[in-house]
């Protein structure tokens, strides 16, 4: 009979096992998300649980009287058999069975925890109001989760916690009132909550993100468009208040008006420079900045920066040089970025240097294969720079002084479009300053190699050159010229150096450079008297004074040595190549609807000796392309049809009829698009308003003289 009894009751417990597999992989399947809570899915997990719920009714009857050891057993059975940790309590709280799995999760053994209230596995901070959960549980004993809705934790033995789910079962018998507690580990459960928790809030600021991403795109496309119809607008009537200042300028004038243009030329200049520059920094913010590629002689780039800024450090009374090293090659790049970078930095230095000298300086810097890294140099004895301030120098809009700005000028922009443009070539950009005594700025650019600098003979080997100079900086430069040119050099500050220097020549040729700006010892200026009384044409005097100004270009030194070594021989040929200006003869077509600037243009053409027929539009350009122009400037802004739709019928036209007649864009807008806007629409070349006297004659010397020679 106890056989049958054990083995009936054997079998429901294999049965319930199997119910509860089933009900618990449900509810795991709910849990980790595998199974939608739709409708027939839930009643498939109630199903399950009632399933479990009768079996388990069915075997109450057999485990109504606890103290019999056959029932002890199978209670036993059941509870050591769970996945999960089962405590038995009695109605008083005290733990009368529990399983391995209670031991493994809470870190006690059976000996520590049988007899023992259940409050040893609660938490401190919970334990103050567990009994009356108990005695609620007692008074209506159904079985149901504990605390549904709140967080519950385990204590272990060495006093940390876990977090825990609980399921309260009562059982009743003939000596008492038992719960069975089910305790599952929800560890993972909670990680992998709170993980998805974090993904749903990385998902959330993600997608805010790329809101903000659209619409900060969308704002920096507006600010784009503004500040280039802004540049547009404002580039039109600069380019009318610029041309006819320099047209006046050419003419003559009495003081007063003298002064009146130069003031309106210089304030133009100065408006056009702050276009520009807010321009740049609008182009790099939205990373529109495209590098072109040509090859050049970077000894032009650096002089002709120099160049610019002469006139503002003369009326200073600063003394300004300029330095290329000789043996930097011809190379290939963006020569206007390069140019663009030493103006700023050149700019900046005659701004904050009262007399005292500024030096602009280009060598070699590091060389790989057919690459070259150009390190350049400008030094000032200007204000100098406090350390605080050096951090947050190259920041936009960020000036070093706030009272030397307002006296000089500026946006702030300079240094910051430098920094990024030295960036864009491939290099860096830095400073050393010190208060009161100056500052010397850098920057590195990488560029190919487009020719290596040849040693040729320059026809001045063996000559001596005597410098006569105070001025260490201008003497090492000069020295460092005619070495170049395998010249034998000394200096001279002193009339007996003077003296020595000419002894000492062990040749006919020779030629004495002075530096009348600074000659130094009072009886030098004597000597240089006599010297130039002796031998005319033998002395090169350089200075505000004499035949070369500074800063000293190379090439204009090269001619004036040549010239006075031997002025009955041909001239070498200079070091660097020139190349020769030809007359042009051509008919042009300007396409011009601003009545104003047509009048205007009408006189710069004439001026550089090229007239030319003017049209309103694109409409009268298509029709007046027909007569058969040697070059059109075609402004792209125009009403009844801009300049790109005429070109695009002109170039129509030529594919029937055949010959190409060269179009230069003629146009305000200077964004890079623009550009190749213009390129595509089948124009050769581009002009960016203001248009300058200089502008207009180099465009016309190289597509008519081009036009000629293809002719």
């Known amino acids: 009979m106890v056989a049958r009894e054990w083995s009936s009751m054997d079998t429901a417990l294999h049965d319930l096992r199997n119910d509860l597999a089933v009900a618990i992989a449900s509810l795991e399947a709910f849990i980790d998300g595998k199974l939608e809570p739709s409708a027939p899915n839930c009643q498939r997990v109630l199903d399950s649980l009632y399933e479990v719920s009768a079996k388990v009714s069915s075997l109450a009857p057999g485990l109504r009287a606890p103290a019999s050891a056959g029932n002890e057993a199978l209670l036993g059975a059941i509870v050591e058999g769970s996945p999960y ?167 003559k004038l009495g003081e007063r008006e003298r002064i009146s243009v130069e003031t309106i030329s210089e304030a133009a200049e100065a408006l056009f420079a702050l276009i520009r520059s807010n321009l740049d920094f609008s182009k790099i913010e939205a990373g529109k900045v495209d590098l072109e590629k040509r090859i050049f002689e970077v000894q032009t780039v650096v002089e002709g920066a120099a160049e610019v800024v002469a006139q503002m450090a003369r009326e200073k009374g600063t003394t300004l040089h300029a330095f290329v090293d000789p043996l930097i090659p011809r190379v290939e790049g963006d020569a206007d970025r390069l140019k663009q970078i030493l103006l700023n930095l050149l700019a900046n230095a005659v701004k904050f240097t009262e007399g005292g000298r500024v030096v602009v300086r280009a060598s070699p810097f590091r060389q790989s294969g057919s690459d070259i890294v150009l390190r350049f140099e400008v030094e000032d004895t200007g204000i100098g720079i406090p350390a605080e301030m050096l951090p947050q120098l190259f920041e936009p809009f960020s000036q070093v002084d706030r009272m030397a700005a307002r006296n000089v000028g500026g946006t702030g922009l300079g240094l910051s479009i430098s920094k990024s443009l030295a960036e864009l070539l491939g290099g860096e950009i830095g400073v050393t300053s010190t208060p009161g005594a100056g500052s010397l700025f850098w920057f590195t650019a990488a560029f190919a190699i487009a020719e290596e600098r040849a040693r040729s003979d320059s026809g001045l080997e063996g000559a001596g050159g005597l410098i006569i100079s105070g001025d260490d900086t201008f003497a090492q430069i000069v020295e460092r010229y005619l ?229």
């Open 483 to 711: 070495t170049s040119w395998a010249m034998k050099t000394r200096r001279a500050v002193s009339g007996s150096d003077v003296a020595d220097g000419l002894q000492t020549n062990d040749g006919p040729a020779w030629v004495a450079i002075v530096d009348l700006d600074d000659i130094g010892i009072s009886d030098i200026g004597v000597t240089v008297d006599i010297l130039r009384a002796l031998h005319p044409s033998r002395v090169i005097t350089i200075g505000t004074d004499g035949a070369l100004r500074k800063p000293l270009r190379q090439s204009n030194l090269f001619d004036a040595v040549s010239r006075a070594i031997s002025a009955e021989t041909a001239v070498p040929a200079r070091p660097t190549a020139v190349e020769p200006r030809a007359g042009v003869v051509g008919r042009v077509l300007v396409v011009e609807d601003n009545e104003r600037l047509q009048q205007l243009l009408r006189l710069q053409f004439n001026d550089v000796g090229v007239p030319a027929t003017f049209v309103s539009d694109g409409l009268q350009a298509v029709e007046a392309a027909e007569d058969g122009y040697d070059l059109i400037f075609m402004d792209c802004l125009m009403p009844n049809m801009d300049g790109l739709a005429a070109t695009k019928a002109i170039r129509e036209r030529e594919r029937h009829t055949g010959g190409h007649v060269p179009i230069v864009a003629m146009t305000a807008n200077a964004f890079a698009e623009d550009r190749d806007a213009c390129m595509a629409a089948g124009m050769d070349d581009y002009l960016a308003k203001p248009v300058r006297l200089a502008d207009i004659r180099r465009m016309t010397e190289r597509w008519l003289h081009a036009a000629a020679s293809q002719g």
């Open 85 to 251: 940790a089962k405590i038995l309590v009695d109605a008083q709280g005290r733990i009368a069975l529990i399983n391995a799995q209670t031991e493994k999760l809470f870190g006690y053994s059976r000996a520590e925890l049988l007899g023992q209230t259940i409050d040893v596995l609660v938490p401190e901070r919970f334990r103050r109001g567990h009994p009356a959960l108990r005695d609620s549980f007692n008074e209506s004993p159904i079985a149901r989760p504990m605390g549904a809705g709140r967080d519950l934790y385990g204590r272990r033995k060495d006093g940390s916690e876990v977090p825990i789910e609980i399921g309260l079962n009562p059982i009743a018998s003939e000596t008492g009132s038992f719960t069975l507690a089910a305790i599952s580990d929800i560890t993972e459960r909670k990680r992998a909550e709170e993980l998805r928790l974090i993904h749903a809030g990385v998902q959330q600021h993600a997608t805010a993100l790329e809101e903000l991403n659209r619409e900060l795109a969308s704002a920096s496309r507006f600010k784009t468009q503004f500040v280039a119809t802004m540049s547009h607008e404002l580039r039109t009537p600069l380019t009318a208040i610029i041309g006819a200042a320099e047209l006046l300028s050419t003419a």
